[in-house]
C-alpha cells in the first residue's frame, strides 16, 4: 500500500514512486511475453501502444492485487483499466518520447487516468528514463501541443516548448521491478536510448469509472489530429462498478 506521504507526493507533484517491487519471476515473465510479441510484430520493437489487443496475456499483470490496491488509494474504489502499452528503447538506437501529457492523446471526459509505468529493465539516465515536470499536473488542465512527425520519435505529439521549463525537470531512474505512478497531467518525456542497455517499460492505464472513454471522440482525434486510432480499445473493469452509467465494457474481469 502507498503511505500517507507518498499519496501527498502523488497529489503534490503529479508521481510517486511506491515502495512495492515486482518479483524476479514476474520480470522474467513479462521480459518473455515481450519478446514472443516482438517476434510476430517486429513493427512494435520500440513502441506498442496496445498490447492487449495482441496478446491478452498482458492483462495478468493489470490484475495484480497489490497494484490495484495502490490504484484504488489514488482513484477510489471504482475504475477500470482502457489501455496498457510497451515503451521498449531496445539498446543503442531506442527513440525518445516527446515531451508531453497523457490526456493529450486520450478519449476521455473528464480527463481522468492513473498510469503505473513498470520498469522491466533498470532505467537510468544513460538509457533514457522518464523525465517529469514536479508539479505540472496542479492546473488539470492541457498545455498547447503541435504535431512532430519525426520517425525517432514514439509520440507525435508535443509540448510547445514555452508551455514549461526542462530545467524543473526530475529524471525518474528506476531499478529493474519498481513501479512509478502519474496522473493525466504531468508533463513528462525520455531521451532516446544510445546505450548499451535496454530500457523496458510497461505502462496500465486505469480511469476511474466516473470518466467515459467516448469512442466517437477517439474517431475524431484520429481524424483531426492524427493520432492513433483509439476506438476499437476494450475496457475492463477491475473493481466497483461503472459510475457514468456510459463506459460499454466488452469483456469485464
Not at 517486429?42 to 490496491?69: E, G, S, V
Not at 497531467?185 to 510497461?202: I, L, Q
Request: glycine share 4%.
Amino acid at each position: 500500500m502507498l503511505t500517507s506521504d507518498q499519496i501527498l507526493h502523488y497529489h503534490e507533484n503529479g508521481y510517486t514512486v511506491p515502495d512495492y517491487r515486482l518479483s524476479d519471476e514476474v520480470l522474467a515473465d513479462i521480459r518473455s511475453d515481450h519478446d514472443r510479441l516482438i517476434l510476430r510484430n517486429p513493427q512494435f520493437r520500440n513502441y506498442c501502444p496496445n498490447l492487449l489487443a495482441h496478446d491478452l496475456c498482458f492483462l495478468n499483470y493489470a490484475r495484480i492485487p497489490k497494484i490495484l490496491d495502490m490504484v484504488e488509494q489514488i482513484l477510489g474504489s471504482d475504475f477500470a483499466l482502457w489501455n496498457s502499452s510497451f515503451f521498449a528503447k531496445p539498446a543503442c538506437d531506442g527513440q525518445a518520447t516527446p515531451w508531453h501529457q497523457d490526456g493529450e492523446y486520450w478519449p476521455l471526459r473528464p480527463l481522468a487516468t492513473c498510469t503505473v509505468w513498470m520498469a522491466i529493465d533498470k532505467a537510468t539516465i544513460d538509457n533514457g528514463c522518464l523525465r517529469l515536470i514536479p508539479g505540472s499536473h496542479k492546473q488539470q488542465m492541457l498545455r498547447e501541443h503541435q504535431i512532430n512527425p519525426s520517425p525517432d520519435l514514439t509520440l507525435n505529439q508535443e509540448l510547445i516548448a514555452t508551455e514549461f521549463s526542462k530545467d524543473e525537470a526530475v529524471d525518474l531512474t528506476l531499478e529493474a521491478g519498481q513501479i512509478s505512478l502519474h496522473d493525466i497531467y504531468m508533463v513528462h518525456g525520455s531521451e532516446a536510448n544510445k546505450s548499451p542497455n535496454p530500457r523496458r517499460g510497461m505502462t496500465l492505464r486505469y480511469m476511474p469509472t466516473t470518466s467515459v472513454f467516448d469512442r466517437d471522440l477517439a474517431a475524431r482525434q484520429a481524424k483531426e489530429k492524427k493520432l492513433l486510432d483509439h476506438t476499437q480499445r476494450t475496457l475492463f473493469l477491475m473493481r466497483g462498478t461503472d459510475i457514468s452509467g456510459r463506459n460499454d465494457f466488452r469483456i469485464r474481469q
